[in-house]
Structure formats: structure tokens, C-alpha cells
């Protein structure tokens, strides 16, 4: 269910609150363990050997069980979109050169920070002291997808909460990802992770940033979506590579 700070309530929009912090905890992921091996390149189930799909049965299963998805998110009016620089109303600014071609028709812009918590990174990093890579690989996998699974459960939360207002979110768009802006690739800076984080300032966040702008617990994910109108056609995925920081 979503909670939200209600003592930073200032006022709302129908469904989602504006300008306060919300948290979303969608329960365990959910998943087929057999991605776990496509994602590594299995394509024929019937000619995988039975101990590598035991494997992944056992792996998914227990990285389920201790996988604590928590969404960290707020919606905030943004005053102008010029060219790469993303200003709203509360006086912080980010910079994407991306942002006038993904970002410019969007009123209001949330930031999120998500995470499955720190027990899936304590259990790769055992698989990794038992020197299994095999089983650390999976599980670190297993960890990405309950990532994905969270991130499309928080979109259709809020999809919901702002479908009556006749907006859903965009894509999502993330520092240290690089984006294609007339031919050209682009990259967001990964420093701008601080931007987002200081989106949250007033509350203590399950997730930690590093000097590096990398997050603990490692399988953790941060970003920006705009607002836009729920007519709008739905947008190219504006991601081009994967971050080095997910």
C-alpha cells in the first residue's frame, strides 16, 4: 500500500498528493525464474541441464523471499524546460541535454528512488565467499528483475492515481544513462543522482548515496518521470544503454 508523509502535506492534486514524499511498498516480487536464465542466453528450456534449472527455481525462490521492494517518490511543478535544463518550482535544477525532447510538454516532473533492499546484495555477496559464481550470478540477476517488477508496479500506481486528472507518467529517464537527442548521443551525468536524492532531503532514505554517485544497496534504482498528458502517444523508451550504476 502507499503511505505518505502526511505531516509535509501542503496541498493535492485528486489521487496523488503533490510536493510531499510518498512510499510505495509493493510486496514480493513476482517473476518466472526462467528469465533468469534467458537473460543469460538460454533459449532452449528443454536442452538446459536439470541442475542448472534447479538452480534458477532455487535462486528465484530465494531471492523473493528476501527481496523488500520500496518505492521513495515525489511530484514537483516545473517552471520551464529549456533546452537541457530542467528547473521547478522548489529551486533545484537538473541537466540532461535529453530533457527538451523527452521532458518539454510535462507540467510536473516525480523522482524515485527505488530499491529490494540490502539482504539480496548479503546474498550474492555469500554465494561470492563460497566461491559460487554461478548461484551469485543468478541471484544478482534475480535482483534486477525484482527491480524491473517494482519499477512497473510504481507505474501503474500512479498511472492509476493520476488517470482521473487525465496524466500518466513518461518514460522513465536515469542519471548515467545516455540518450539519442538529434542523431547525437547524449549522456546524463551520473553526478545529477545527487539532484534526486536531494528531492528527499527531509526524510531518511533505505538507500545510500555514495561519493561516487553509485547507490548501496547495489540493486537499487533512482530517476525522473514527466507528467504528461494520458493522450499523449506513447513515447520511444528514451534509454539507450544501461547504467553502469544498476
Not at 171 to 193: F, H, I, N, T
Amino acid at each position: 500500500m502507499a503511505m505518505i508523509n502526511k505531516h509535509e502535506f501542503s496541498h493535492s492534486l485528486p489521487g496523488i498528493p503533490f510536493g510531499v514524499i510518498g512510499v510505495l511498498n509493493p510486496g514480493a516480487p513476482q517473476f518466472d525464474p526462467m528469465k533468469i536464465l534467458r537473460i543469460h542466453g538460454y533459449k532452449n528450456m528443454e536442452k538446459i541441464r536439470p541442475a542448472i534449472r534447479k538452480a534458477a527455481d532455487e535462486i528465484a525462490e530465494q531471492a523473493i523471499g528476501v527481496m523488500e521492494p520500496v518505492i521513495h517518490f515525489k511530484r514537483m511543478a516545473v517552471t520551464e524546460c529549456l533546452r537541457e535544463n530542467l528547473f521547478l518550482e522548489n529551486g533545484l535544477t537538473f541537466t540532461n541535454p535529453a530533457f527538451s525532447q523527452y521532458l518539454s510538454e510535462a507540467q510536473e516532473v516525480v523522482t524515485v528512488v527505488i530499491t529490494v533492499g540490502k539482504e539480496l546484495d548479503d546474498e550474492v555477496d555469500d554465494f561470492m565467499d563460497r566461491f559460487e559464481p554461478l548461484e551469485a550470478l543468478f541471484m544478482e540477476t534475480a535482483g534486477w528483475l525484482g527491480i524491473e517488477w517494482a519499477t512497473k508496479k510504481f507505474v501503474e500506481f500512479f498511472n492509476a492515481g493520476t488517470k482521473a486528472e487525465g496524466r500518466r507518467l513518461s518514460k522513465r529517464m536515469g542519471p548515467g544513462y545516455s540518450y539519442k537527442v538529434d542523431g547525437v548521443v547524449a549522456v546524463w551525468s551520473l553526478e545529477e543522482q545527487r539532484q534526486i536524492f536531494k528531492t528527499f532531503d527531509d526524510v531518511n532514505l533505505p538507500v545510500q548515496l555514495m561519493e561516487s554517485c553509485a547507490m548501496l544497496p547495489k540493486m537499487s534504482r533512482s530517476g525522473l518521470y514527466g507528467l504528461v498528458s494520458i493522450n499523449r502517444s506513447k513515447d520511444e523508451n528514451p534509454e539507450q544503454e544501461l547504467s553502469l550504476n544498476e
